[in-house]
């Protein structure tokens, strides 16, 4: 690493706090101008969250996005409200709260789908993401089930067009659950040899 990256790298820090203290700023002037629950308000509560997240503050971040998540809500801004959801799962996901990122999916499929219907490419997205969740904690069955009815969706939106980036994607997350899962037994025979013909 050079210098001038080492020089870059020492200034993020001091950045990120002025573009907090700014966004704040902006975040005030719109509650006194436009009132305290415009959408205005929850769009700057949401960059907030993010610039909290490059701080590696999550629990900032997490306080400002459901601020964020409040006023979309109330406001009908249902489409940005599962953008907040879906940044709260990716917070509590990196902080392994596997069971709380799945209700933060759960929450949002349940508002794509008074959006969009059932079979719609973002509720495929949403199952994938699910599963993914639910394959890292080992529950293999109920990840497939996942993955397996994402597929179904997007064959119903799509067709059999193997080519679309998302059936292709999950076809590979549905690979990628038979693999951990085959390791994770192969983990259990090698360490319980007498428990593992009775487990299969």
Not at 28 to 45: F, M, Q, T, W, Y
Not at 150 to 173: H, M, W, Y
């Amino acid at each position: 690493m050079n210098e001038s990256t080492n020089s870059l790298n020492n200034k993020t820090p001091q950045c990120i706090e002025t573009q907090i203290h700014e966004k704040k700023l902006q975040t005030e002037g719109a509650r006194k101008k436009n009132g305290p629950e415009d959408i205005s308000v929850a769009i700057l509560l949401f960059d907030l969250a993010e610039l909290f997240t490059k701080k590696q503050a999550p629990a900032e971040a997490m306080l400002y996005c459901r601020q964020a998540l409040r006023i979309q809500k109330s406001t009908l801004h249902l489409i940005e409200a599962c953008k907040s959801l879906y940044f709260m799962a990716e917070v509590h996901c990196r902080q392994k709260r596997y069971k709380d990122a799945l209700s933060c999916y759960y929450e949002a499929r349940r508002i794509q789908e008074s959006i969009y219907g059932y079979f719609h490419q973002e509720i495929a997205k949403n199952l994938n993401y699910c599963g993914h969740i639910l394959a890292r904690q080992g529950e293999f069955d109920l990840a497939m089930d996942k993955h397996k009815e994402a597929l179904r969706i997007l064959k119903e939106c799509c067709g059999e067009n193997v080519k679309n980036p998302l059936v292709s994607d999950t076809l590979i997350q549905i690979g990628a659950v038979y693999y951990k899962e085959r390791n994770s037994l192969a983990n259990i025979q090698s360490k319980q040899n007498d428990g593992y013909k009775t487990f299969i």
